[in-house]
């Protein structure tokens, strides 16, 4: 057994089709267990990327995974010389960033029998880029693996699909994230079993959670708003204290590693440089930068907005098992806002819930595209007020 597969929870098929894999490779009979282009699909936070670097790692480790290695170690925190880890902080990931990833794949690798490039966010491929991954997956050189993660296998082109074999990950059970909490994060059983609940299987939202008491009150904060909502005046506050929410999450995560690149750009140049000041070209690269940062925190703001109604929508679903009379000997989502749940269950009808549940997930949708994020949410939650 791979050690590197040890910590994936509740993914026992595809631990075990990875597993044969792993094997032949090492092997080197040929055999179809092994094939060259891989697709991870799986829901937000069912551990795509962690599998797919899990299964890296085992691929260029001289045993198989050991875990222990120097190979396996460097493979883990994603610095190991054969392995390039992509991961667009962008909307889309452009044609430029890819032909640049399948020049650096096809260097003969250095130390391991193969070189490994994961993609972890497939699905913002533009379609030239698409285009170009293509040519580079279809040539026939046996020493590069492609891994590609996404959430479902319609994110991917079908050229691309089809030649990829297909890892679909499930959604964690309530119990497995509980546990993992307990085991790694070291939670008190109480929060653990809130977390796994509150996150619906994403295993990130969920040690976010245990991690960040403050992420729990913001949380509380939005579900109370959604289920008190009533009048005109309260949905357009409400829109604008989540826009506000979200933009001092984004901005945090964001701000410490901003200054990070800024200052490593500021050195490269100035390397580089004559000494007769700043090198042609170095404006372009700090607008280009800075460029790449905004489109960052823009991601981060909408992750943030999808998150908060998610959580909405876990409220409603609480509020309908009230309703249906089907929380009475289970716990609801957000068993600790009980009281608030039941009012609002004894004050509307399930079938007015249920429009609003599909309402936010409507809004959900629209939020993929470029749509202006405050409009779009006071056009919700005048629709899904009481
Ligand atoms: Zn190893």
């Known amino acids: 057994m791979t ?9 026992e098929r595809a631990v075990e089709i990875l597993q044969k894999a792993v094997v032949a490779a090492h092997a080197r009979d040929g055999s179809q267990s092994m094939v060259q282009s891989w697709l991870f699909t799986g829901p937000p936070g069912s551990g795509r990327s962690h599998v797919a ?18 190979s396996c170690h460097l493979a883990k925190r994603g610095s190991h010389p054969d392995l390039e880890v992509i991961r667009t902080e962008g909307l889309s990931l452009k044609i430029d960033e890819v032909r640049e990833i399948i020049a650096r794949a096809s260097w003969e690798p250095s130390s391991s029998r193969f070189r490994v490039v994961v ?4 699905e913002r491929l533009t379609e030239s880029a698409a285009n170009a991954l293509l040519k580079a997956i279809e040539e026939p050189g046996v020493r ?15 050229t691309i699909r089809s030649r990829c074999r297909q890892i679909a990950l499930v959604t964690p059970s309530t119990a497995a994230v509980a546990a993992l909490l307990i085991r ?27 991690k960040e008491p403050k992420s ?31 933009g001092l999450e984004a901005a945090s995560e964001a701000s410490e590693r ?44 909408r992750d943030s907005i999808d998150r908060a109604l998610l959580d909405i929508a876990t409220a409603y679903r609480d509020v309908l098992s009230v309703q249906m009379g089907a929380s009475g000997g289970r716990e609801l989502i ?53």
């Open 216 to 246: 729990r009150a913001r949380r509380d904060e939005v579900i109370t708003f959604a289920l008190e909502l009533s009048d005109v005046a309260g949905a357009m506050a409400g829109a604008a204290r989540l826009m506000e929410i979200a």
């Open 144 to 158: 590069t693996i492609w891994l590609l993660c996404s959430p479902t296998i319609e994110d991917v082109l079908p």
């Open 258 to 301: 901003d200054e990070i690149e800024r200052e490593e750009l500021a050195t490269a140049l100035g390397a580089g440089g004559s000494g007769k000041g700043a090198p042609s070209g170095s404006s372009k690269a700090l607008k280009d930068l800075e460029k790449e940062q905004k489109s960052r925190v823009t991601r981060a703001t």
């Open 3 to 11: 050690a590197l597969f040890g910590d994936i929870i509740g993914q």
């Open 184 to 210: 790694e994060e070291h939670a008190p059983t109480e929060i653990a079993e809130f977390a796994a609940r509150a996150s619906q299987g994403h295993i990130g939202r969920a040690r976010f959670l245990v």
């Open 119 to 122: 993609i972890e966010d497939a």
């Open 334 to 386: 957000n068993e600790h806002l009980r009281g608030e749940i039941e009012k609002r269950a004894a004050s509307s009808d399930s079938e007015g819930v249920m429009k609003r549940w599909e309402e936010i997930m409507a809004t959900r949708r629209t939020l993929k595209f470029n749509v202006a994020l405050l409009l779009a949410l006071e056009a919700l939650f005048l629709k899904v007020r009481f």
């Open 53 to 70: 670097l899990a299964f890296a790692a085992a691929l260029l480790c001289d045993t198989g995974g050991c875990g222990s290695c120097h």
